[in-house]
């Protein structure tokens, strides 16, 4: 448990954002199936990379893959390729995350995949076995997670036969497929992509031994809020561009405030703000491509503004490292934020918001909680319970946050 605050509320400094781990992770996979001699420069150090690196260099057939969603998914696709018996198992919260339609599609290639446990759950055992594509298309328009799409992209070369997938491309958090996309065209493949329909080229060029991974836009948005609620800023973000492949960046541009400027410079970012100003942002916001940064914003919003916001495109939140729709909600009681759901929609009405000091926030085994909730330190002191949650995509957060004058102790 850490007690936090910001004795200035100025905020100066050069942060270097970790690596993008989504792409760390689709690289990883590329590599060891395809390019074994390619060199990834700038490798993520979040704890899921780390699990994924230890898991490809492993000899043993008994995976763990912690609690982490996206090593899971590219994992049963890994195995289901690569010639082995695997058993593939991971934390509790992980053993309730669905893998049944990416199971369902693999089948039908002839993946040997069973359940050990729960139906359509981890526990996994799998025989890697030569996958062939016996039909024309494989449907996963259905499919209720990007990260099944993505896990069959990448191991695609290795299935005998052509064949399409076909998506929607309407789907929560399509944008990672895209970036899949970006990721394979880096090594050489070309992909054909016409509406809903996506088919993997065979056929690999590639001419190049060296790919350095860049900064993380969805950990930038942390620094984004605070950027918004402290009185002075000059931060510079190395290797942050606004023609970086994530997707993630154009949210920069759907809240701001007329104070906070930033400029491309030295290959990379820097922000400033010389006083403060009203926050500009829409009635209405839509998350779906990009759940994972929702918490940040609506924590920031809530901080700033006195009006009603509705927030969209969540459904997958309640699945995720904890169920997020309902410990927001709890974070916003404590800032007295009237918050309330239902099947489409969050809404929060901030007419209220309060911080008193010495809030104490849990961090439900969530990293994006814990960073989400850390910028409210700038407006009173505030408690984090379980700080180590961050490791899981952004090591260095305390360390940065301290570099730019947060005073953080830890409490018994």
């Given at each position: 448990m850490i007690s936090i605050h910001h004795p200035t509320k100025v905020l100066e400094g050069i942060i270097n954002l970790p690596s993008s781990k989504s792409i760390?992770?689709?690289?990883?996979i590329l590599q060891k199936l395809y390019e074994p001699n390619l060199q990834l420069e700038n490798v993520s150090e979040a704890n899921?990379?780390?699990?994924l690196q230890k898991l490809l260099a492993s000899d043993s057939g008994d995976l763990d893959v912690e609690d982490a969603g996206t090593v899971f998914r590219f994992m049963v696709a890994y195995c289901s390729c690569t010639l082995g018996n695997w058993k593939i198992d991971g934390s509790e919260r992980l053993r309730k995350r669905p893998i049944s339609q990416l199971v369902d599609a693999l089948r039908i290639l002839g993946a040997e995949i069973e359940y050990l446990n729960e139906e359509g759950f981890a526990p996994l055992s799998i025989t890697g076995?030569?996958?062939q594509a016996h039909q024309n298309e494989i449907d996963l328009r259905d499919a209720k997670s990007s990260q099944f799409v993505s896990a069959l992209l990448l191991i695609s070369p290795?299935?005998?036969?052509?064949?399409?997938?076909?998506?929607?491309?309407?789907?929560?958090?399509?944008?990672?497929?895209?970036?899949?996309?970006s990721c394979m065209r880096r090594v050489g493949f070309s992909l054909w992509k016409q509406g809903s329909f996506l088919r993997v080229s065979k056929k690999q060029r590639f001419d190049g031994e060296f790919f350095k991974i860049e900064p993380d836009w969805t950990s930038f948005y942390y620094w984004f809020s605070m950027v918004h609620l402290a009185d002075e800023v000059d931060l510079f973000f190395p290797g942050l561009r606004l023609n970086n492949i994530q997707k993630e960046k154009n949210l920069l541009f759907r809240v701001g405030s007329v104070a906070v400027r930033f400029q491309e410079e030295n290959d990379g970012i820097r922000f400033t703000k010389k006083d403060k100003s009203e926050v500009v942002y829409p009635d209405k916001m839509n998350f779906a491509q990009f759940p994972d940064s929702s918490m940040t914003f609506v924590v920031l919003l809530a901080s700033v503004t006195e009006g009603v916001i509705e927030f969209t495109g969540l459904e997958s939140l309640k699945y995720k490292e904890c169920d997020r729709e309902e410990a927001l909600g709890y974070h916003l009681s404590k800032l007295g934020v009237d918050f309330h759901f239902n099947k489409d929609s969050w809404i929060i009405d901030a007419a209220c918001f309060k911080i008193s000091k010495n809030i104490v926030f849990p961090t439900y085994d969530d990293h994006r909680m814990?960073?989400?909730?850390?910028?409210l330190a700038l407006l009173s002191q505030i408690i984090?319970?379980?700080?180590?949650?961050?490791?899981?995509s952004y090591p260095r957060f305390w360390r940065d946050l301290e570099s730019v004058g947060f005073e953080i102790k830890e409490l018994n």
């Open positions: 760390s992770n689709r690289m990883l899921d990379s780390i699990v076995c030569k996958l290795k299935i005998k036969g052509e064949f399409t997938i076909r998506i929607n491309s309407n789907m929560p958090s399509y944008s990672y497929v895209g970036l899949t996309i814990a960073m989400s909730i850390a910028p984090v319970q379980d700080p180590s949650v961050v490791k899981k």
